[in-house]
C-alpha cells in the first residue's frame, strides 16, 4: 500500500528553528509537495521537490531525498502565524496525489 | 497567479435538503478538479476526482449517488451533497489541477478557501 508518515504534533519556540520530517512508500514518485494549513481554512501551497536537494524559500527550506523516501521541511526564525498543520503529499505513479495526516506545529512565546 | 474560488464559504441547511457547491478555476484551465471533505482536527479526506466532461472517480466509502460532481468545463466543478444529513456537516475542499502545458510550474494542487456545511 502507499503511505506517508510525518509526525502528529510538535512543538517549536518563537525564533527558533524547527524540522518535520516525511517518510514516505508510494508506487512511483511523481513529486513531493508541502503545503500549510491554519485552522478553519484551506491548505496553501508552500514547496515542491522533485530532486534530490534542499529548495530554499524565504524562511522556510524542503529536502528531498529519493532513494530515501525522505523529505523534510525546515522553517526558520519561527514567528506566532506558523502556528498550523503542515501537510507532506506525493505525487505517485499515477499522479495521484497521496496525502500524510499533517503536523500540527505549535508555537510558544 | 493560480486561483481557484468556491461558493458558498458557509452555508447551513436543514436535514434532507440538497446542497450545492460550486468550485471554479479563476485564472487558468483545470482538467482535474479534486473534492475533499476535513472532518475537526483531521486530515483532508479526498472524495473523489473529477476530470472534464467524463464522470468523477470516487473514493471507497464515498456514496457517489449522495455526492454529484459536475464538471462540466474547464473552469467549474459542482458537488452536491444530496439528502444531506448532520454527520455530513463538514469542511468541503476543493482544488484544482491545470492542464499539462499551462505555465503554472510544477502542477501543485491550487486550493478554494472551503465551505463549511451545516446540517440541522
Known amino acids: 500500500g502507499q503511505n506517508i508518515d510525518q509526525p502528529t504534533e510538535m512543538t517549536a519556540t518563537e525564533g527558533a528553528i524547527v524540522q518535520i520530517n516525511c517518510t514516505y512508500q508510494?508506487?512511483?514518485?511523481?513529486?513531493l509537495f508541502w503545503y500549510q494549513q491554519h485552522a478553519g481554512e484551506a491548505p496553501t501551497f508552500l514547496s515542491y521537490?522533485?530532486l534530490d536537494g534542499l529548495e530554499e524559500k524565504g524562511r522556510f527550506s524542503s529536502f528531498l531525498s529519493r532513494s530515501k523516501g525522505y523529505s523534510y521541511l525546515l522553517l526558520k526564525e519561527l514567528q506566532m502565524k506558523d502556528s498550523a498543520s503542515y501537510l507532506c503529499a506525493v505525487k505517485d505513479s499515477n499522479y495521484q496525489l497521496i496525502w500524510g495526516a499533517g503536523t500540527k506545529l505549535i508555537i510558544k512565546p | 497567479g493560480a486561483v481557484v474560488s468556491q461558493h458558498p464559504s458557509r452555508v447551513i441547511c436543514k436535514s434532507g435538503t440538497s446542497v450545492k457547491i460550486e468550485c471554479r478555476s479563476l485564472d487558468f484551465q483545470a482538467t482535474t478538479m479534486f473534492w475533499y471533505r476535513q472532518f475537526p482536527k483531521q486530515s483532508l479526506m479526498l472524495m473523489a476526482t473529477?476530470?472534464?466532461?467524463?464522470?468523477?472517480?470516487?473514493e471507497q466509502g464515498v456514496e457517489k449517488d449522495k455526492f454529484l460532481i459536475n464538471h462540466a468545463s474547464l473552469t467549474l466543478s459542482t458537488l452536491t451533497v444530496t439528502s444531506a444529513h448532520p454527520e455530513d456537516s463538514s469542511f468541503y475542499i476543493c482544488?484544482?489541477?491545470?492542464?499539462?502545458?499551462?505555465?503554472?510550474?510544477?502542477?501543485?494542487?491550487?486550493f478554494g478557501p472551503g465551505t463549511r456545511l451545516t446540517v440541522t
Open positions: 521537490n522533485v
Open positions: 508510494t508506487s512511483g514518485f511523481n513529486g
Open positions: 482544488s484544482a489541477e491545470p492542464g499539462r502545458g499551462q505555465a503554472l510550474g510544477s502542477y501543485e494542487q491550487y
Open positions: 473529477s476530470n472534464e466532461g467524463s464522470k468523477a472517480t470516487y
